[in-house]
T-cell receptor
């Protein structure tokens, strides 16, 4: 079975540019989570969706960040405009009703904003 | 109150030794406590988890000890191996939501 798929795996961009990170959750899972990981702040939940509906976006740092889940198999996290302090590893995770106690993480996208 | 505290920040253990990582929480609504293991360049993966109705859970060399009254739980890795070298996160989830609150992580190095 394919796990959570994220793309790109690495992204290098310049300050001010728009960045879009993509995630495909595990088929059948109905909850999707976006996390950001840095050395300073650890693993932070940015937003999570349940049945494609955003449930809690209190972790989204500011209006420059937005996330969508147009269908059950795809989600995006967009940063516009990007800033150097956004440099981090962004993880997508999913969980299902049958396995709601476990979140399955993707491999992450390492974002570097110059 | 949503915070999960974790210590130590880093840990170095000799092969064959016992690794112990401690976590503490405040929110009494938390009802599920997983531990995640993360290798460099990978996403975290579930290692072992416990509910507060038991005081201990063991899976192979990994044991969670849970103290409900003290609101503390810990991970013990027996006979630590170099392959256990990774970052370990404790986490907690309350019975109202699906999102986890993660501790800051412990970087474990097991020396050969």
């Amino acid at each position: 079975d394919a796990g959570v798929i994220q793309s790109p795996r690495h992204e290098v961009t310049e300050m001010g540019q728009e960045v879009t990170l993509r995630c495909k959750p595990i088929s059948g899972h109905n909850s999707l989570f976006w996390y950001r990981q840095t050395m300073m702040r650890g693993l932070e939940l940015l937003i999570y969706f349940n049945n494609n509906v955003p449930i809690d976006d209190s972790g989204m740092p500011e209006d420059r960040f937005s996330a969508k889940m147009p269908n059950a198999s795809f989600s995006t996290l967009k940063i516009q405009p990007s800033e150097p302090r956004d440099s981090a590893v962004y993880f997508c995770a999913s969980s299902g009703q049958a396995s709601y106690n476990e979140q399955f993480f993707g491999p992450g996208t390492r974002l570097t904003v110059l | 109150q949503q915070q999960v505290k974790q210590s130590p920040q880093s840990l170095i253990v000799q092969k064959g030794g016992i690794s112990i990582i401690n976590c503490a929480y405040e929110n009494t609504a938390f009802d599920y406590f997983p531990w995640y293991q993360q290798f460099p360049g990978k996403g975290p993966a579930l290692l072992i988890a416990i509910r507060p109705d038991v005081s201990e859970k063991k899976e192979g060399r990994f044991t969670i000890s849970f103290n409900k009254s003290a609101k503390q739980f810990s991970l013990h890795i027996m006979d630590s191996q170099p392959g256990d070298s990774a970052t370990y996160f404790c986490a907690a989830r309350d019975n109202y939501g699906q999102n986890f609150v993660f501790g800051p992580g412990t970087r474990l190095s097991v020396l050969p």
